[in-house]
């Protein structure tokens, strides 16, 4: 599976580096990162990482195959 998660502002290079496992490309005021997603447990992982963060999620959404 691979997902689309879009956050509210510019990462740093040292924010996006918090997920090795996706790409970045910032769009307006908002950063996307997209990538596979092993599985559910991963999928939190990442929201969780996000709210530990401090990163407001605006919207995540799964990518076609």
Do not use: W
């Not at 929201?47 to 401090?54: D, F, H, K």
Request: aromatic letters at 8%; hydrophobic letters at 40%.
């Amino acid at each position: 599976m691979r997902y689309e998660i879009r956050v509210d502002g510019h990462l740093s290079k040292t924010l996006a580096g918090a997920f090795p496992e996706f790409d970045h490309v910032v769009v307006s005021d908002q950063t996307l990162l997209y990538g596979p997603v092993v599985d559910e447990a991963h999928l939190y992982g990442l929201l969780a990482r996000c709210q530990s963060l401090g990163l407001c999620v605006l919207e995540m959404r799964r990518l076609p195959e």
